[in-house]
């Protein structure tokens, strides 16, 4: 039973891992690759840190909570990373994707981002 | 049934580190390679508590907190630097 419950959140974890870098890999634009690891990766490292705390918590007898650290660490730090490349992407300006475009943006064809 | 799990586990994640160096190198931009770089620590975060679950030590949860806290800075450094041409002002 153990085993499978670390099975499963393992199998998940990895798989989000894997979803969030493939969007890294294929998606087109720098914006629309921003989202793919930020947010699949971060929830496939917290299950398997889950799993982790799990397996040593049953492993050694005691409770293991220090994997929970690294978690509300990554949750706290990935939006705030995530911020900061988009302010330079639009800093620099980096070029969007046509069909993403605002219907304003498109008709006086001025870059109003700031 | 642990063991095939985990190796499973570390081939999927594996192939997630391959695409996310595979951009590191295409990346067309400058910040393009900074995510890379970012989803690449986040994979390795993955992969040293996999391993540590494998080898039932705890030896390698400090590394991964180590490479949580550096990658964390490190990323925030590229994106100032890119920013403003300056690290600290």
């Known amino acids: 039973m153990f085993e499978i419950v670390l099975s499963v959140l393992i199998l998940i974890g990895a798989f989000f891992t894997l979803v969030g870098s493939i969007g890294l890999y294929k998606l087109p634009g720098f914006y629309m690759r921003l989202h793919g690891p930020t947010k699949a990766t971060t929830l496939g490292v917290g299950t398997i840190l889950i799993a982790s705390s799990i397996y040593f918590t049953v492993k050694t007898g005691s409770l293991s909570l220090h994997e929970f650290l690294i978690a509300l660490f990554l949750f706290i730090t990935a939006p705030v990373s995530a911020h900061l490349m988009s302010k330079v992407a639009l800093h620099i300006g980096t070029k969007r994707v046509d069909r993403t475009q605002d219907y304003i943006d498109k008709k006086d064809d001025k870059d109003s981002l700031d | ?89």
Not at chain 2, 9 to 37: C, K
């Open chain 2, 1 to 89: 049934m642990l063991e095939t799990v985990l190796h499973i586990a570390f081939l999927i994640v594996s192939v997630a580190m391959f695409l996310s160096f595979y951009r590191l190198i295409i990346g067309p931009d400058a910040i393009d390679r900074v995510l890379a770089l970012d989803t690449l620590y986040i994979n390795s975060i993955a992969i040293l508590i996999l391993y540590g679950i494998y080898e039932t030590s705890s030896l390698y949860f400090e590394v991964a907190l180590l490479i949580s806290i550096m990658g964390f800075v490190g990323t925030i450094a590229l994106s100032k630097f890119l920013l403003r041409g300056d690290i600290i002002e």
